[in-house]
Every structure is written in C-alpha cells, then in structure tokens.
C-alpha cells in the first residue's frame, strides 16, 4: 500500500514553518525541549545477549540525567520527557507531545545493536530526518520503527505505513526539509562531544526515515549512544558513571546548541535575565556568511532578487539531480556544512510566493526566500 502524505501533516508542518522563521525575526529563545527515551515498558529495544542490560533501562537513565542537568543550568527552558519511568509510549505519542508543546527541540535517545551473525561495531551516531538508501543505514531505520507493530490499530495512526517495507519511506525527506539546518547543526555537537566521552569511536551523522523524527515539527535528532552488542560499549552503557558522562556529553551539545540557535554570547541562567547589549540578529548558524558557492544561472547584476528554497541538504547534488524533480533554474548556496538550494529568479516576493504555491506539491515545506548580493536571508 502507498504511503500517502495527509494534507493535515503538511499544513501542520507549513505553519509551524513560518511559526519558526517570524520568531526568529522577533528574538527566538530556546524555551523547550523534549527528551525521548526510546522503547520502555513491554518493549525493551535492544537487548545484550546474557538478558542483563536492554535498551530501555540505559536510555531511561541518561535521558533523566540530561534533563536535570538542562534544568539546573537552565531554569528557564521547559524539560519535557515523554516517558520518565518504564512505560510503553508509541512513537505517534512520542512525536505528538512535543507538537502540542510547541518545542524548539527534540532528542531521541536509542542504543544501537547488530546481530550475532555480524562484526561487532563501536561507537557513537546521530541521525537527522533524510533518505539514505545505504543497506545498513535503512536495517537501523526498520529496527527502531518496528516498535509501531506493537501498538493497537497501528495500521490506522500511521495511514498504512510498514516498518519493513523500503517504500514506505520514500516521502520521509521532505517532511523534514524545514528543520534540516538545525537538526544538522545540533547533530555534530552531540558527535563532537560524545566523541569525548566513554565511547570514543565517532560513526558520524546519518539521515533516515525515522518515524519518531518524520513526525515532529522542530528540529530532531536521533542519538545511538553505543553498541550493546559490543562488549566493550556495553560495559560503558551499564555503568551509571558512565551514563552520567554520556549525559554530560550530550548537555555539553545542547548548550552550544542554545547558544546558536539564540545568537547568544552566553548562558541564561534564569527566564528574565536580559542581555547587556543588543543582541544580533538570532541564528542557528556560525558565524560564516551565507555565501553563494555557484550560480549556474544568469543572475541579476546586483546579485538581489526573490527564490524559493526546497530543500537543504548535507552533500552536494550534481546539477540534474533527480532530487530536484525536473526544475530547473537551480541556485547551489553551501553554508557550513549544509547546502541549500533553490529555484528561479524573481523580482517581487509576491512572484516567488505563487512558484512557491506550485513548487509546494513537489517539495511540501518549501518557502521564500530574499538573496542580497548573493545571499540567502530568511523572510
């Protein structure tokens, strides 16, 4: 069966998009974030093979241990967990409270496995809401997903979806294409700083189709903290001193996250604490410009003009790329890591928001933006 795509969901996402962009432009803070710790309850997650240390247990830990620590350095940011103790909570739920919190950020916290059969890896991996048609990559998805099996009248609540079937997540990409910045961006710290931590070995960052993250409406990433089927991450993720590290580590990335993301200079340690000076402009990215790499295409001479972005994206596509659905007049912007494209050339904000009316059945959670001498500023 098709997996379709409710117009409910994408009007969601497309408010809650341009929810995001006017509070940038107002002075966003980071007032809220959700701590997901996978499994629980009748569903263990990953298992190690003496039934001593499941999935459940370990996540529930660090997770708890992450909120405290956001809240004590933090008591202005909301901590919202969906599940502090060991219960079963299905994903839609898991996603839907932090929807109906309107939360700026959401954390899933997993430990990863391999079966017997395989070599045993080390080490640590973030993923974001993406596509990778990679064998392993797309294992990882199906097995975190799987848990939607368990729930009652699962057929209904993610309108036909199969955890098992490649197919179904062909359009889970798109959903996301609004938050892809962010979520990248808060996706290295927590590699860079786990990299430091009891479990060194850094897998890097992956997309997938992850129910949990093709559902929510703000920037998500998907922690695997370690391998329970390696014995030697195993014995780090069932050491309470260690999980406290882990914590340590990942509270570490939020922080330079929130620091980012407010365009701040420092912590706040209370919700009515002011800045002694105007802050700039509130920015999820470092400090480099947001330059254009090529322009393919004939631009206006002054470089200022009217686009609609589609996607952005952590690699770089090749021009025809069958991302980019047969559009052409394509525009390659690279900031950071992350490159943004897109489409045409218009001279009013009025022109690009009809492309982006059409553009919008192909690339749902597209918008506009406004280039000024060649770069990307955000309405």
Known sequence: MPFLLSRK?????????FTTLSAAADGVRLKKVVIDAGHGGHDAGAISTDGKLM????????????????????????VIYTRD???????????????????????????????????????????????NQNAANMEVCKRENSVILLEDDHNTRYQGFDPNDTESYILFNLMQNAYIEQSLIFAELCQKELHKGPISTNRGIK??????????????????????SNASDRATLASKTKRDEIAGCLFNAFKQFKKQYEGSTGSQNTAEKKPEKAEP????????????EKAEVDNPA????????????????????????GEKNIHSFKVGNVYKYTVGIYKTDREASDAASRLNEKFPGCFVVKIENFEIKKK
Not at 9 to 17: C, E, G, K, M
Not at 117 to 127: D, Q, V
Not at 284 to 291: D, G, I, L, N
Not at 305 to 323: D, M
């Open 207 to 228: 997309q997938g189709g992850f129910v949990v993250l093709w559902r929510t409406t703000m920037p998500s990433v998907l922690v695997e903290l370690g391998f329970i």
């Open 9 to 17: 969901i994408i009007a969601t996402l497309l408010i809650a998009l």
């Open 302 to 325: 002054d470089g200022n003009f009217y686009a609609v972005q589609i996607f952005a994206v952590s690699k770089e596509l090749e021009s025809g790329a069958s991302q980019f659905k």
């Open 85 to 131: 103790k060991d219960v079963f909570i299905p994903l839609y739920q898991r996603a839907d409270i932090a929807n109906k919190n309107h939360a700026d950020l959401f954390i899933s916290v997993h430990c990863n496995s391999v079966p017997k059969t395989s070599k045993a890896p080390t080490g640590s991996e973030t993923w974001i809401m993406g596509m």
């Open 281 to 292: 402009a509130p920015s999820v990215q470092e400090s480099e410009p947001e330059v254009v």
């Open 55 to 78: 999935e459940k247990s370990v996540v529930l830990d660090v997770a708890l241990k992450l909120g405290e620590r956001i809240k004590k350095e933090y008591p202005g940011v909301k």
